[in-house]
Protein backbone atom coordinates (compact mmCIF):
# COMPACT_ATOMS: atom_id res chain seq x y z
CA UNK A 1 0.00 0.00 0.00
CA UNK A 2 1.16 3.31 -1.26
CA UNK A 3 1.74 6.25 1.69
CA UNK A 4 1.33 9.70 0.59
CA UNK A 5 3.07 12.70 1.28
CA UNK A 6 1.19 15.75 2.12
CA UNK A 7 2.86 17.16 -1.50
CA UNK A 8 1.50 14.27 -2.74
CA UNK A 9 -2.16 15.45 -1.55
CA UNK A 10 -1.71 19.15 -2.50
CA UNK A 11 -0.58 17.98 -6.15
CA UNK A 12 -3.73 15.16 -6.03
CA UNK A 13 -6.09 18.02 -5.03
CA UNK A 14 -5.21 20.71 -7.40
CA UNK A 15 -5.51 18.53 -10.16
CA UNK A 16 -9.09 17.28 -9.36
CA UNK A 17 -10.20 20.59 -8.39
CA UNK A 18 -8.36 22.40 -10.83
CA UNK A 19 -6.96 26.02 -10.24
CA UNK A 20 -9.37 29.60 -10.09
CA UNK A 21 -6.64 31.73 -11.00
CA UNK A 22 -8.69 32.32 -14.16
CA UNK A 23 -11.97 32.51 -12.51
CA UNK A 24 -14.40 35.45 -13.21
CA UNK A 25 -17.61 36.35 -12.46
CA UNK A 26 -19.03 36.03 -15.49
CA UNK A 27 -17.59 32.50 -15.86
CA UNK A 28 -19.67 32.02 -12.74
CA UNK A 29 -22.29 33.76 -13.96
CA UNK A 30 -22.32 31.04 -17.65
CA UNK A 31 -22.32 28.35 -15.27
CA UNK A 32 -24.56 28.92 -12.85
CA UNK A 33 -26.95 30.37 -16.30
CA UNK A 34 -26.88 26.45 -17.24
CA UNK A 35 -27.30 24.76 -13.97
CA UNK A 36 -30.23 26.75 -13.50
CA UNK A 37 -31.78 25.98 -17.18
CA UNK A 38 -30.34 22.39 -16.80
CA UNK A 39 -32.55 22.28 -13.35
CA UNK A 40 -36.22 23.29 -15.13
CA UNK A 41 -35.58 20.39 -17.11
CA UNK A 42 -33.84 17.60 -14.87
CA UNK A 43 -36.26 18.31 -11.76
CA UNK A 44 -39.63 17.69 -13.67
CA UNK A 45 -38.26 14.49 -15.45
CA UNK A 46 -37.31 12.87 -12.07
CA UNK A 47 -40.58 13.91 -10.59
CA UNK A 48 -42.60 11.81 -13.39
CA UNK A 49 -39.99 8.97 -13.22
CA UNK A 50 -40.15 8.96 -9.07
CA UNK A 51 -44.33 8.66 -9.82
CA UNK A 52 -43.90 5.96 -12.52
CA UNK A 53 -42.09 3.69 -10.03
CA UNK A 54 -44.12 4.54 -7.44
CA UNK A 55 -47.17 3.38 -9.75
CA UNK A 56 -45.92 0.41 -10.85
CA UNK A 57 -44.54 -1.27 -7.28
CA UNK A 58 -48.10 -0.06 -6.33
CA UNK A 59 -49.51 -2.44 -8.59
CA UNK A 60 -47.33 -5.22 -8.07
CA UNK A 61 -48.26 -5.05 -4.36
Not at 17 to 25: I, Q, W
Not at 33 to 45: D, G, K, R, Y
Amino acid sequence: MRRFTPEDLAQITFWMFGSLERASYSNVLTVSLVIIICSFFTIPLSMVSHRLKTRRCKSRS
